[in-house]
């Protein structure tokens, strides 16, 4: 359980740690908080020449609002993510999310850099990310891009980034004054790694849904958005009643994968489940606000 | 190799280390203090958690390298018997908190944390701080039982 032989890298500037990246992409993984790659990297699932670590970088962290958009530096903690009055103002369905990433001891080093570059399908930010239609900002030394987070997630732990690339910001835009939400998961244990989660942001005209997202994670190989189920939201007052029948609705849109520990079934039936238990959450938010 | 700075419950060390050298390594073979545990070596148990910079961090999922210019506080740094114990290690001493005592170190210094920041949790609290502890022998219970030991203990000090 000890990590193969490579050299720490361990820049103090975005432009030199982009620079060091582009000297061999091929053979340089990016550190954050590692408490993904670390584990691989112990199991000798991951061996690189050289590991780049952010962790000395500054300007990578924190988080500020700029217009219409919460903007999260890639080296945010999510710890910092889950309790800054910033966060859980503009965006308080990411804070909620984050409460139930991991432990505090995972939380006080992983960050939403990492979480969004490992883009585990099971994970809870990039559900939330998928929900909202973040921005994953992506800086070489090449320039810069934006990726809407569902183009960004393609597959289970695959992502559209290229090699010299390093995420440097994940956007989510701000939440829209009377908008509703919910963040459920199913995990057997807390902090354990849930088996379904769902995300949801509903705003509100006269007592109405409009605008209605729900993603959910885990029933297939990245979070996805259920537009059926947004639609049978849109126009109608959120009620318990409508909360179930979106989850069954939830249940049948998704074809997960059969595993030798979770059946297709049972994990269809948890999506009905955590979709209804955040769209509850909602109309409980709902009720703070009248 | 590389030369590492690193205060250690209070005392400046300077060591040399390898890249690769995970900092719960560094803590028991390098620095010979074996109080932190190794056990899954993957951030499954918990049982290698030390305070860095105060923050419960789990010392299998970083490299020593990285905590070059920290302070890191370990299970030696807490308290020792007889007459030092920390309220937490009288806590998990009064309420038969451990048994083998693998998982107990990392019991206690997530335990303190959690206290630093919250010094009356309730059962509920306690429970989900350290469910990111594993324990194969006490069924817990106990354990809940120390860190209450130790919360009123806290209390008793500030009054
Ligand atoms: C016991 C345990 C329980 C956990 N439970 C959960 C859970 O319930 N939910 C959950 O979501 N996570 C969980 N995690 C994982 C944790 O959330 C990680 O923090 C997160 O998945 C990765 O973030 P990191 O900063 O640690 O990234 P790292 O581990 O450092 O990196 C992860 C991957 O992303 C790449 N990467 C990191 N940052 C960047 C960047 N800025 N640009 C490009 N690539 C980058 C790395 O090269 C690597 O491939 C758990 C971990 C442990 C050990
Ligand atoms: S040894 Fe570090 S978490 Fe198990
Ligand atoms: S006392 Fe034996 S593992 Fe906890």
């Known amino acids: 359980m000890k990590p193969a032989q490579f050299q720490l890298l361990q820049p103090t500037t975005r432009a030199e740690a982009l620079a060091v990246l582009a000297e061999q992409p091929d053979e340089t993984v990016i550190l954050a908080g590692g408490q993904s790659l670390v584990p691989l990297m112990n199991m000798r699932f991951v061996t690189a020449e050289r590991i780049l670590d952010l962790n000395r970088v500054s300007g990578l962290g924190g988080v500020e609002v700029r217009g219409d958009r919460l903007v999260v530096g890639a080296m945010t903690r999510h710890r910092e993510a889950e309790l800054s009055p910033v966060v859980l103002d503009a965006c308080p369905l990411l804070a909620h999310a984050e409460r139930h990433v991991g432990y505090v001891s995972i939380r006080n080093r992983g960050t939403v850099g990492g979480t969004i570059a490992h883009a585990d399908t099971v994970a809870q930010v990039p559900c939330v990310a998928v929900a909202l239609d973040a921005r994953i900002v992506l800086e070489s030394v090449r320039g810069r891009r934006e990726l809407a987070a569902g183009d960004f997630f393609v597959g289970n732990l695959m992502n559209a980034r290229e090699p010299d690339e390093a995420v440097t910001e994940v956007h989510f835009p701000v939440r829209p004054v009377g908008s509703l939400f919910g963040f459920a998961e199913f995990a057997r244990k807390v902090g354990d790694f849930p088996l379904v989660t769902a995300a949801v942001r509903l705003e509100q005209g006269a007592g109405l849904s409009r605008s209605a997202r729900i993603a959910v994670g885990g029933a297939g190989p990245t979070p996805v958005r259920l537009a059926e189920c947004e639609s049978a939201l849109e126009g109608r007052e959120l009620t318990g009643a409508l909360a179930e029948e979106v989850g069954r609705l939830a249940a049948e849109s998704v074809s997960p994968a059969d595993s030798p520990f979770v059946s297709t079934d049972y994990r269809r039936n948890l999506v009905r489940v955590v979709v209804r238990r955040a769209l509850e959450q909602a109309l409980d938010c709902g009720e703070e606000l009248r | ?159």
């Open chain 2, 1 to 159: 190799m590389r030369e590492i700075e690193i205060t250690v419950n209070g005392e400046r060390r300077r060591e040399a280390v390898e890249d690769r050298r995970l900092l719960l390594d560094f803590i028991r073979e390098d620095l010979c203090l074996t109080g932190t545990h190794a056990g899954c070596e993957h951030g499954a148990c918990g049982a290698c958690t030390v305070l860095l910079d105060g923050q419960a961090v789990r010392s299998c999922l970083m490299f020593a390298a990285q905590a070059d210019g920290s302070e890191l506080t370990t299970i030696e740094g807490v308290g020792s018997y007889p007459d030092r114990l920390h309220p937490v290690q009288e806590g998990f001493w009064e309420e038969h908190g451990l048994q083998c005592g693998y998982c107990t170190p990392g019991m206690i210094m997530a335990s303190i944390d959690l206290l630093a920041e919250n010094p009356s949790p309730s059962d509920e609290e306690i429970r989900e701080r350290l469910a990111g502890n594993i324990c194969r022998c006490t069924g817990y219970v106990n354990i809940v039982r120390a860190v209450h030991h130790a919360a009123a203990a806290g209390r008793e000090d500030q009054s």
